[in-house]
């Protein structure tokens, strides 16, 4: 698996999420801004759910700058069948005879992109199964507990 070409396609996707809502964030900004959404009366508040809206898609727009910039700079480890799962790794695992490919972020967890025929998502070691994986090595089990149920998952492969 190429992950520079990897970073590229995520790279890729995060920009045209950026251009999506950044189109977006101005149509919010212009309509928490418009004549009409002044309040009528005390229980409208059309104009302060709209500047909510547009503070919350300021937010994220500045996250996928900072996941850009990081994807950018980011130093890729190519990983071998000695090395333990940390972060830039590119992992296979096995659950109830489905293949997942997952690729370890300190940041930007939730991203799916599809890339070479699989789809990959990014997810960090604070989540559930980003933290079993940590420091596991290929043919290791991830053990994922989720309330009364708990999940194995095989690594078939690291890059």
Not at 123 to 132: F, M
């Amino acid at each position: 698996m190429d992950k520079k070409k990897l970073i590229e396609t995520i790279r890729a996707q995060l920009l045209k999420d950026l251009a999506a809502l950044k189109e977006a964030a101005l149509a919010t900004y212009e309509a928490a801004t418009h004549e009409e959404s002044k309040p009528e009366n005390e229980y409208d508040t059309r104009g302060l759910e709209a500047s909510y809206l547009a503070g919350a898609q300021a937010k994220r727009i500045s996250e996928i700058e900072e996941l850009l910039v990081i994807y950018k700079h980011l130093d890729v480890k190519n990983f071998g069948p000695n090395d333990k799962v940390n972060a830039t790794a590119l992992v296979e695992v096995e659950f109830n005879g489905k293949h997942s490919f997952f690729f370890i972020m300190a940041k930007g967890g939730g991203l799916s992109v599809p890339f070479d025929g699989k789809t990959i998502q990014v997810i960090t070691p604070n989540s559930p199964l980003g933290e079993a994986m940590q420091d596991l090595l290929k043919g290791g089990i991830a053990v994922v507990e989720t309330g009364d149920q708990v999940r194995e998952y095989e690594i078939i492969n690291v890059w």
